[in-house]
């Protein structure tokens, strides 16, 4: 089965730690992307990756680090700096340029509560 | 600037057609999506459309697009209560990878 996975589905943390959240794919896609998605609200780029060991930041990326040392992994870590890190988030893998429309392909998220 | 904006909620009736619309500003957009999300789930990407389209149909979905209005829309026929869902537009700009995505539009599909 050709997908993307997050884990954990659910992720509870206290206060001033960091935690990490996994991102994995096997679609062979070369982009990845983490969004975060508050109540109410659409995506926000946090960071994203068009190739293995680079990575830019997105909109909101302050709080946040990633690495991209695999292909198939772009694991985020939402360190104690992010101020409001209680969100719904959510990668995404988009195939290479040439390739179709360019589209982004889900993961089903990770709901990270801090309290 | 970038800005995609969506209405916040439809109604409709099982069976009926339902409209849901998007707006952006950029006019560099090349391809315009429309995910779907159901509670606690990811994005599922229904569609896209080339902006040099004018429209697209996949069986009960059907996408139009406006290029002078900047406006996007998403027709979906004989509507279901499994289509209740959120309904997210997206651009993407020219020499950018990542998506700008609007709002969504809360689809509520009565019996």
């Known amino acids: 089965d050709g997908g993307i996975t997050q884990s954990p589905k659910y992720l509870f943390r206290k206060e001033g730690q960091n935690v990490t959240l996994s991102c994995e794919q096997n679609?062979?896609?070369?982009?990845m992307y983490w969004y975060r998605q508050d109540p109410g609200q659409g995506l926000r780029l946090i960071y994203y990756s068009q190739i293995v060991n680079d990575f830019q930041k997105g909109d909101i990326a302050e709080g946040y680090s990633v690495s991209r040392e695999k292909k198939e992994s772009f694991p985020l870590t939402v360190t104690s700096a992010q101020k409001n890190p209680t969100a719904f988030y959510l990668c995404?893998?988009?195939?290479?340029?040439?390739?179709?429309?360019?589209?982004?392909?889900f993961g089903p998220g990770t709901r990270l509560t801090v309290t | 600037g970038e800005d995609v904006e969506q209405s916040l909620f439809l109604s409709v009736r099982e069976g009926d057609s339902s409209v849901i619309n998007c707006t952006y500003t950029?006019?560099?957009?090349?391809?315009l999506y429309w995910y779907k999300q159901e509670p606690g789930a990811g994005l599922q990407l229904l569609t896209y459309i080339f902006s040099n389209m004018d429209m697209k149909q996949d069986q009960r979905l059907t996408v139009l697009l406006n290029k002078k209005d900047k406006h996007l829309s998403l027709r979906i026929a004989d509507t279901q209560t499994g289509d209740s869902a959120i309904y997210f537009c997206?651009?993407?700009?020219?020499?950018?990878?990542?998506?700008?995505f609007g709002s969504g539009t809360r689809l509520q599909v009565q019996p």
């Open positions: 679609l062979n896609h070369d982009a």
């Open positions: 997206a651009e993407r700009l020219t020499g950018r990878r990542a998506l700008t």
């Open positions: 950029d006019s560099s957009s090349t391809y």
């Open positions: 995404a893998s988009s195939p290479r340029q040439g390739v179709s429309g360019y589209e982004q392909y």
